[in-house]
């Protein structure tokens, strides 16, 4: 079982930026691939970014990409997600997830384990 607690969600003018970050305990949480998703009102949870267990190998979504970069720390197992350039449509709730095996995916219910999200706001 792996424990997933996210943070650093808030309210942020269009064009700032946001540091968010996932804490991971429990079954040698430090070998799952991680991953962020965020659902926005009235949408589905979509696939924002993921990375390997090791932090060689990262992947995002289009509509992030050159905006974002996801990151770990395997001593402190904590992962991030640096967001940039904030538009407010990246407002919405985002959550952490962990899996054992590939990073590659990105459909939700290919991953194990969920945090219980963290609020974005960005305002116009």
């Known amino acids: 079982q792996v424990q997933l607690v996210e943070s650093g969600g808030g309210l942020v003018q269009a064009g700032g930026s946001l540091r968010l970050s996932c804490a991971a305990s429990g079954r040698t949480s430090s070998s799952y691939a991680m991953g962020w998703f965020r659902q926005a009102p009235g949408k589905e949870r979509e696939f924002v970014a993921s990375i390997s267990w090791n932090g060689r190998s990262t992947y995002y979504a289009d509509s992030v990409k050159g905006r974002g970069t996801i990151s770990r720390d395997n001593a402190k197992n904590t992962v991030y997600l640096q967001m940039n350039s904030l538009k407010p449509e990246d407002t919405a709730v985002y959550y952490c997830?962990?899996?054992?095996?590939?990073?590659?995916?990105?459909?939700?219910?290919?991953?194990?384990?969920w945090g219980q999200g963290t609020q974005v706001t960005v305002s116009s």
């Open positions: 997830a962990a899996r054992g095996g590939s990073y590659y995916l990105t459909a939700e219910r290919d991953w194990d384990y």
